[in-house]
């Protein structure tokens, strides 16, 4: 086995509590990179919420977004790949939840679109920097196929919103959490490894050469399936039990001490 791929989670992995990149993990994804090693970064959120990162590392690398829904080069824009929502899943689950009053996001051209604005979509804007489009009820009848769609609850309301929400399309979308409070959902067989593996397979790259790193439910794909999984610290139970390393949390520089043993081991500085 030679790591020959890295693939990274944002939140709660790459980045601190405060969304920044330490400079300790900022220098460990340079060394990897300049040792010939492809690094990608694999996350939930929208396209330029991710780029801004590969832009302050200085990289040119894939971005995995949506939960796996799409692969975009971070300077290139191109699409490596992408596989979005049906379009008439989508209006349906956004009929229901605007029936049932959840808060409901879909996420399409790197813009994400709400019924309209509330609490939710306010604070989502301030983590994410990412800005709402308000729809109202035209919501319902959206024409382009959403990447992702995303539900956000109170934490006392969240399972049940879970419970009936899988309950009734689990046939249709596969669902994931990145956040306690988020339920996220895509179109079936989309999760993280499968658009690493899309990369990989582009690079001739073997699954047992590519490492993973995440902390929560929706890195489960490509920590159990990647050559090396490694979860964070700060992982939860689910995700600590099936990786083969468990390094430092995401405020103890966890992804540099997970990259620089490959480097030491590879002898690649």
Same mark, same amino acid.
């Given at each position: 086995?030679?790591?020959?791929? =890295?693939?990274?989670?944002?939140?709660?992995?790459?980045?601190?509590?405060?969304?920044?990149?330490?400079?300790?993990?900022?220098?460990?994804?340079?060394?990897?990179?300049?040792?010939?090693? *492809?690094?990608?970064?694999?996350?939930?959120?929208?396209?330029?919420?991710?780029?801004? $990162?590969?832009?302050?590392?200085?990289?040119?690398?894939?971005?995995?977004?949506?939960?796996?829904?799409?692969?975009?080069?971070?300077?290139?824009?191109?699409?490596?790949?992408?596989?979005? =929502?049906?379009?008439?899943?989508?209006?349906?689950?956004?009929? $229901?939840?605007?029936?049932?009053?959840?808060?409901?996001?879909?996420?399409?051209?790197?813009?994400?679109?709400?019924?309209?604005?509330?609490?939710?979509?306010?604070?989502?804007?301030?983590?994410?920097?990412?800005?709402?489009?308000?729809?109202?009820?035209?919501?319902?009848?959206?024409?382009?196929?959403?990447?992702?769609?995303? *539900? =956000?609850?109170?934490?006392?309301?969240?399972?049940?919103?879970?419970?009936?929400?899988?309950?009734?399309?689990?046939?249709?979308?596969?669902?994931?959490?990145?956040?306690?409070? $988020?339920?996220?959902?895509?179109?079936?067989?989309?999760?993280?490894?499968?658009?690493?593996?899309?990369?990989?397979?582009?690079?001739?790259?073997?699954?047992?050469?590519?490492?993973?790193?995440?902390?929560?439910?929706?890195?489960?794909?490509?920590?159990?399936?990647?050559?090396?999984?490694?979860?964070?610290?700060?992982?939860?139970?689910?995700?600590?039990? =099936?990786?083969?390393?468990?390094?430092?949390?995401?405020?103890?520089?966890?992804?540099?001490?997970?990259?620089?043993?490959?480097?030491?081991?590879?002898?690649?500085?």
């Amino acid at each position: 086995m030679s790591i020959k791929l =890295i693939a990274v989670d944002m939140d709660g992995t790459l980045l601190d509590d405060d969304k920044n990149i330490s400079v300790r993990n900022k220098q460990a994804v340079q060394k990897a990179v300049k040792a010939g090693i *492809v690094v990608m970064f694999a996350s939930g959120r929208v396209f330029a919420g991710v780029k801004r $990162y590969a832009d302050y590392l200085d990289l040119d690398v894939p971005l995995v977004i949506y939960n796996g829904a799409a692969v975009i080069g971070s300077r290139s824009k191109k699409v490596l790949y992408e596989k979005p =929502i049906e379009i008439k899943t989508a209006q349906s689950i956004i009929r $229901y939840c605007g029936q049932k009053g959840y808060h409901i996001q879909t996420y399409a051209d790197d813009r994400f679109q709400v019924f309209s604005h509330n609490d939710f979509s306010e604070n989502y804007q301030k983590v994410f920097g990412v800005e709402e489009e308000i729809l109202g009820d035209s919501m319902c009848n959206i024409t382009t196929p959403p990447c992702k769609m995303l *539900v =956000i609850a109170k934490s006392k309301d969240f399972q049940a919103v879970r419970n009936d929400l899988e309950c009734k399309f689990s046939q249709q979308v596969d669902f994931s959490s990145s956040m306690p409070d $988020y339920l996220e959902m895509v179109e079936p067989g989309v999760n993280k490894w499968s658009a690493v593996r899309s990369v990989g397979d582009m690079y001739g790259i073997k699954p047992m050469d590519i490492m993973c790193i995440g902390d929560n439910n929706n890195d489960y794909s490509m920590i159990k399936n990647a050559g090396i999984g490694v979860a964070m610290g700060n992982s939860n139970e689910c995700i600590l039990k =099936i990786a083969k390393v468990v390094t430092a949390t995401n405020t103890e520089d966890g992804v540099a001490a997970a990259i620089e043993k490959v480097l030491v081991q590879q002898n690649l500085i």
